[in-house]
């Protein structure tokens, strides 16, 4: 069987182009316009930063991403629903992938996040009662006070030269200096119920890596300095990139993710013509490129606020879950995160629609996405000489051992 980057889902991911002047027809403009086009559906198109300190903040705007249809729905479909295990881009340097993460901050939703230092929220008390939260938290909740406010998700980076103590947190330095002992947090709690982008995720130190794939895997860490102890909730999603010349992933590593996109320069002239003017615009004046697409960078973010608040609704129908299952299943994939990653993002794609149910046709745009990059010929070849050794061992067991 032909790798799955191979098999054609007959969506036309890039915008058409006119073939006479090759001028684009149409730009994407909102959430639902990019779910008409990678559907295939053809309607009327709808016309409609964090506090840096110092630094102001102004990032490339979403919107104003030249093509790259493939990688823009996975980012949009990855913020919608936590639940894929987040998003995997490879591709060589200068083709969007870090400008793209990195512009997503202005359609990020908002939730509610824990105004306590260890992260505390009502949840927790009706899950594990006033044992499961910090002591401080117990007593605002007996008073009736609030443990968490309306906040947007944010987009935290880590690092390449991020050390392990930076990572998971350690000793405060400057309580030290008081000659007192007290933890500081890490990068992964503070990318709780965020999104943790990983830039050349490929050339993380192993101890890095292992520690951010277990919280991942958990939803919180323990982090031990002599006496003291803490743990801290480490709900992310997580989006890594990489430039394959610059070496491989982990198997392990690369299981985690959830959708997979290998992001290819633009092959259209006129695209990348539009690319060129787009970033002199916006090195000569940010705030005029963000202005130009701002009304389109407002309707996204509604629509995916919109897309996370039906999600919940959304059902997969059983004989779709058969043809997913089925799918997978001819591919010869093992890991069961091939069936959560698949189905998940049919369950987001299907709510970036404002559709409460899940169809063949969610699960054909998907699904290149979702298990490309996931089946192992070592592990084929591994199966095939250990049945083979089985079977080798079945028939002398059966000529020796009689009865």
């Known amino acids: 069987m032909e790798d799955f ?3 054609d889902t007959n969506l036309p991911l890039k915008p058409e182009t006119d073939p006479d002047s090759g001028v684009l027809k149409a730009q994407v403009r909102s959430l639902r316009e990019l779910i008409d086009l990678t559907s295939g559906r053809s309607t009327p198109r709808e016309d409609v930063e964090e506090d840096s300190g110092l ?5 490339f705007p979403f919107m104003a991403v030249v093509g790259q249809m493939e990688m823009k729905l996975a980012l949009l479909l990855a913020v919608i629903n936590p639940n894929i295990g987040g998003l995997f881009l490879s591709g060589p340097r200068g083709v969007g992938k870090t400008t793209a993460v990195r512009s997503l901050i202005e359609l990020l939703p908002e939730i509610q996040r824990s105004a306590c230092y260890y992260g505390c929220m009502e949840e ?3 899950s594990g009662g006033l044992d499961a939260i910090c002591p401080d938290c117990a007593k605002k909740y007996g008073e009736g006070k609030p443990l968490s406010k309306l906040d947007r998700v944010r987009l935290v980076e880590l690092p390449l030269n991020s050390k392990l103590d930076d990572v998971i947190g350690g000793l405060d330095e400057r309580a030290l200096v008081q000659e007192r002992l007290r933890l500081k947090r890490g990068l992964l709690s503070q990318a709780d119920q965020n999104v943790l982008y990983i830039d050349e995720v490929n050339l993380l130190a192993d101890e890095i890596t292992d520690s951010i794939l ?3 895997a958990q939803g919180s860490y323990t982090i031990r300095r002599g006496p003291n102890a803490a743990t801290y909730k480490a709900r992310f999603t997580i989006i890594g990139s990489m430039n394959p010349e610059e070496g491989y992933l982990r198997p392990q590593i690369m299981d985690r993710f959830g959708l997979r996109v290998i992001v290819k320069g633009l092959e259209n002239p006129v695209e990348r013509r539009e690319v060129y003017q787009r970033v002199k615009s916006y090195r000569k ?7 130009q697409f701002a009304n389109e960078t407002e309707i996204a973010s509604k629509e995916i606020q919109a897309a996370r608040l039906l999600l919940p609704q959304v059902e997969l129908p059983e004989p779709v879950t058969q043809a997913g299952i089925e799918l997978i299943r001819a591919l010869q994939i093992d890991s069961s995160r091939a069936e959560i990653t698949l189905f998940e993002a049919a369950r987001a794609y299907a709510a970036a629609d404002n559709r409460t149910t899940v169809g063949m046709d969610d699960i054909r745009v998907v699904a290149p996405m979702a298990l490309r990059l996931r089946r192992s010929e070592f592990m084929t070849r591994y199966f095939e000489e250990r049945a083979q050794e089985d079977n080798e061992l079945t028939k002398l067991i059966g000529s ?4």
């Not at 004046?285 to 202005?291: D, E, F, K, W, Y």
């Not at 020796?400 to 009865?403: E, G, V």
Request: glycine share 0%; net charge negative.
């Open 55 to 59: 630094a102001e903040l102004l990032p």
């Open 285 to 291: 004046n940010p705030r005029t490129l963000i202005a």
């Open 5 to 7: 980057k191979d098999i």
């Open 214 to 216: 277990d919280a991942a």
């Open 400 to 403: 020796i051992l009689k009865n």
């Open 124 to 126: 927790d008390v009706e």
